[in-house]
């Protein structure tokens, strides 16, 4: 009975190291991510695609707020708005070079959700979800109603995408070549995704971790969760605000609407139906919850109903969301494979 | 209320004694109308186990969180190896070498057993700022000797071969041990357990014992809340028991075995 597995295991393990290497993942993935552009040559799914890198970077943003801290967080979409308007206004009306007010809408979308988290310090759960959801709210009106800063429901028009990249005084890479910017902006997808997967693999993801699971026996180890929420609220509140710079220069107009709460819902669905508390659940959810609606579009407005059944089918059904299906999926592969071992050999 | 002007009666110590530890005076603590603490004063000499006893009620538990720094004391003072513990919030004694376990079993019940144990090196991670995001040598260093460090402690309370299992799925002794395993992990010189021996069963007991009696000797210093009093009878230095959240006696084993109060409060008996 032993000798099969042992004639295996070498095979076995080597496949397995291959699989469990991130380096390998994210070779593959840069490459996916390379040639996505030239599979979809059109200008629809182009556009589609940088949706996708920057519903991706909202997603995992949310993640580790929600999934790893565990702080119910929806005002995303407030963050997201305020990156989006910060660097929009100061490209437009300050004449700011583009990279400065990416940093500076970053910045301030960063220090919006400490400050958040600094006033519901107290706040957990249920209470945590409505404060930040009406901080969402507030950020909304002040965007549909500062007429005179954000001109609000007229919206602000023609934002220039990101400077072309330039080498000895030549533009090397233009980004209002839509697969052009689809690769900036998945590339600092990437980029983000493989700094946060360090950063929850370091003792900091315990630490987040066992904040989530329990804050009194948290603080017992000696953990300032206080300090820590507010942490992680400020990485998740700034990549919200670097898509929404992302998002500005390349819808090129802005309006309120975008950033209505309904926003925070979406993806808040994205990160569970990919599977919170996972940082590549919610790329997929991110991905899946993009893509569907858009794939849908052929039958009208039924596509409505369509999503909003596959999402609550997949919060009923597979409440870990696609990680743990793809989960329990390898594990009945697994099975049937050494089943099949096992009898070949009897 | 100062510390001066409360009585010393309840405190068995002289306020010189260099060898006490964990010193608190005229605690008070209520909740409401209910006074859940009233004027506890007691001193916890180092390197001795010290348990605090009484019924349902007693107000064990509430000290407890009073020393652990869960919930402030209403008057009163703290003071734990020199340092002033009122209004200091519970992972900052921590850092000074105070731990605790819980009676209500609070583990990470999503985590494995042995990141239990690594989350309590929290406060012992040696990595520098940016190595959090780019993993380099001081980091793998760090992570090795907490995996290290977490297998020794999961071996000293037996748990060493279920260290890869969720802790929610261990049994409910193992899961308190477990609880020991992580208060432990942050190299702590004063231990609090709350009611360690509830739900365990008889080698579970024995077990849990010994390993008091070899972190004891190992200069720990350990409280322990417990209303069993055949097991405070065996590991015990030094006895408070408590009743009605008053003091109602404090001394050696033999002392409390024999004071007509503590039987009183016990068993219900007319001591007058």
Redesign the interface.
């Given at each position: 009975m032993s000798n099969p597995e042992i004639a295996e295991q070498p095979i076995t393990s080597m496949a397995n190291s291959i699989l469990t290497s991130r380096r390998f993942w994210l070779i593959l993935a840069a490459i996916v991510i390379s040639l996505l552009p030239m599979i979809f040559t059109d200008s629809y799914w182009r556009t589609n695609l940088i949706v996708c890198a920057i519903n991706v970077m909202l997603a995992i943003g949310l993640d580790f707020i929600i999934g790893y801290a565990g702080q119910l967080n929806l005002g995303q979409s407030a963050f997201y708005g305020i990156g989006a308007y910060v660097s929009t206004l100061l490209i437009t009306k300050l004449g700011v070079p583009f990279w400065i007010a990416f940093g500076c809408g970053v910045l301030l979308s960063g220090i919006a959700g400490m400050l958040l988290s600094l006033f519901g310090v107290r706040l957990r759960g249920h209470y945590l979800a409505i404060a930040s959801l009406g901080f969402a709210v507030i950020t909304y009106q002040i965007l549909l109603n500062w007429i005179s800063l954000t001109q609000g429901p007229l919206g602000i028009y023609a934002i220039p995408p990101p400077p072309a990249l330039r080498l000895a005084g030549l533009p090397i890479i233009e980004f209002s070549n839509l697969a052009n910017l689809f690769y900036l902006t998945a590339g600092f997808a990437l980029l983000i995704y493989v700094?946060l997967d360090?950063?929850v693999?370091?003792?900091?993801g315990?630490?987040l971790?066992?904040i989530r699971?329990?804050e009194?026996?948290?603080?017992?180890?000696?953990?300032?969760?206080q300090k820590w929420k507010v942490f992680a609220f400020a990485i998740g509140s700034s990549i919200a605000g670097a898509a929404g710079c992302f998002y500005a220069s390349f819808v090129g107009t802005l309006v309120p609407d975008a950033f209505f709460i309904t926003e925070s819902f979406t993806i808040l669905a994205m990160v569970i139906v990919g599977g919170m508390g996972t940082l590549i659940g919610p790329v997929f959810g991110a991905i899946l919850l993009t893509v569907l609606p858009e794939l849908l579009r052929g039958i009208g407005d039924l596509r409505l109903i369509v999503y909003g059944v596959a999402v609550t089918l997949v919060v009923l059904f597979m409440p870990g969301g696609m990680v743990q299906a793809a989960r329990l999926t390898a594990a009945r592969v697994r099975r049937v494979v050494r089943g099949a071992g096992t009898e070949a050999t009897t | 209320m100062t510390a001066d002007t409360l009585s010393t009666k309840n405190s068995p110590y002289p306020s010189t004694d260099a060898a006490v530890l964990f010193r608190a005076e005229g605690l008070h603590k209520s909740f409401g109308g209910v006074r859940a603490v009233r004027d506890i004063s007691l001193a916890i000499p180092a390197g001795t186990v010290f348990a605090i006893i009484g019924p349902n009620g007693a107000g064990k538990s509430t000290l407890l969180n009073l020393m652990s720094g869960i919930y402030q004391p209403d008057a009163g003072s703290m003071v734990f190896d020199g340092i002033d513990l009122v209004g200091l919030p519970a992972h900052r004694r921590v850092r000074y070498g105070l731990a605790r376990t819980f009676q209500k079993i609070r583990l990470f019940k999503q985590l494995s057993v042995i990141d239990n144990v690594v989350a309590g090196f929290h406060i012992h991670h040696d990595i520098p700022a940016w190595q959090y995001v780019l993993h380099g040598s001081a980091f793998r260093r760090d992570h090795a000797r907490c995996r290290d460090e977490a297998e020794k402690l999961l071996a000293f309370i037996g748990l060493d071969k279920r260290a890869h299992l969720l802790a929610g799925s261990l049994s409910y002794g193992e899961q308190r041990m477990l609880e020991i395993a992580r208060a432990l992990a942050t190299t702590p010189r004063l231990l609090l357990v709350d009611e360690p021996a509830a739900g365990l069963n008889a080698a579970e007991v024995e077990t849990l014992l010994d390993r008091v009696g070899m972190l004891r000797v190992q200069g720990v210093t350990v409280v322990v809340v417990e209303h069993n009093m055949d097991l405070v009878m065996k590991v015990a230095d030094r006895v408070l028991v408590m009743d009605y959240g008053q003091y109602l006696f404090e001394g050696s084993r033999a002392e409390v075995q024999a004071h007509p109060a503590v039987i009183a409060a016990y068993l219900g008996a007319d001591f007058q």
């Amino acid at each position: 009975m032993s000798n099969p597995e042992i004639a295996e295991q070498p095979i076995t393990s080597m496949a397995n190291s291959i699989l469990t290497s991130r380096r390998f993942w994210l070779i593959l993935a840069a490459i996916v991510i390379s040639l996505l552009p030239m599979i979809f040559t059109d200008s629809y799914w182009r556009t589609n695609l940088i949706v996708c890198a920057i519903n991706v970077m909202l997603a995992i943003g949310l993640d580790f707020i929600i999934g790893y801290a565990g702080q119910l967080n929806l005002g995303q979409s407030a963050f997201y708005g305020i990156g989006a308007y910060v660097s929009t206004l100061l490209i437009t009306k300050l004449g700011v070079p583009f990279w400065i007010a990416f940093g500076c809408g970053v910045l301030l979308s960063g220090i919006a959700g400490m400050l958040l988290s600094l006033f519901g310090v107290r706040l957990r759960g249920h209470y945590l979800a409505i404060a930040s959801l009406g901080f969402a709210v507030i950020t909304y009106q002040i965007l549909l109603n500062w007429i005179s800063l954000t001109q609000g429901p007229l919206g602000i028009y023609a934002i220039p995408p990101p400077p072309a990249l330039r080498l000895a005084g030549l533009p090397i890479i233009e980004f209002s070549n839509l697969a052009n910017l689809f690769y900036l902006t998945a590339g600092f997808a990437l980029l983000i995704y493989v700094l946060l997967d360090q950063l929850v693999r370091s003792p900091i993801g315990e630490t987040l971790t066992a904040i989530r699971e329990d804050e009194v026996s948290a603080a017992s180890l000696g953990i300032n969760c206080q300090k820590w929420k507010v942490f992680a609220f400020a990485i998740g509140s700034s990549i919200a605000g670097a898509a929404g710079c992302f998002y500005a220069s390349f819808v090129g107009t802005l309006v309120p609407d975008a950033f209505f709460i309904t926003e925070s819902f979406t993806i808040l669905a994205m990160v569970i139906v990919g599977g919170m508390g996972t940082l590549i659940g919610p790329v997929f959810g991110a991905i899946l919850l993009t893509v569907l609606p858009e794939l849908l579009r052929g039958i009208g407005d039924l596509r409505l109903i369509v999503y909003g059944v596959a999402v609550t089918l997949v919060v009923l059904f597979m409440p870990g969301g696609m990680v743990q299906a793809a989960r329990l999926t390898a594990a009945r592969v697994r099975r049937v494979v050494r089943g099949a071992g096992t009898e070949a050999t009897t | 209320m100062t510390a001066d002007t409360l009585s010393t009666k309840n405190s068995p110590y002289p306020s010189t004694d260099a060898a006490v530890l964990f010193r608190a005076e005229g605690l008070h603590k209520s909740f409401g109308g209910v006074r859940a603490v009233r004027d506890i004063s007691l001193a916890i000499p180092a390197g001795t186990v010290f348990a605090i006893i009484g019924p349902n009620g007693a107000g064990k538990s509430t000290l407890l969180n009073l020393m652990s720094g869960i919930y402030q004391p209403d008057a009163g003072s703290m003071v734990f190896d020199g340092i002033d513990l009122v209004g200091l919030p519970a992972h900052r004694r921590v850092r000074y070498g105070l731990a605790r376990t819980f009676q209500k079993i609070r583990l990470f019940k999503q985590l494995s057993v042995i990141d239990n144990v690594v989350a309590g090196f929290h406060i012992h991670h040696d990595i520098p700022a940016w190595q959090y995001v780019l993993h380099g040598s001081a980091f793998r260093r760090d992570h090795a000797r907490c995996r290290d460090e977490a297998e020794k402690l999961l071996a000293f309370i037996g748990l060493d071969k279920r260290a890869h299992l969720l802790a929610g799925s261990l049994s409910y002794g193992e899961q308190r041990m477990l609880e020991i395993a992580r208060a432990l992990a942050t190299t702590p010189r004063l231990l609090l357990v709350d009611e360690p021996a509830a739900g365990l069963n008889a080698a579970e007991v024995e077990t849990l014992l010994d390993r008091v009696g070899m972190l004891r000797v190992q200069g720990v210093t350990v409280v322990v809340v417990e209303h069993n009093m055949d097991l405070v009878m065996k590991v015990a230095d030094r006895v408070l028991v408590m009743d009605y959240g008053q003091y109602l006696f404090e001394g050696s084993r033999a002392e409390v075995q024999a004071h007509p109060a503590v039987i009183a409060a016990y068993l219900g008996a007319d001591f007058q």
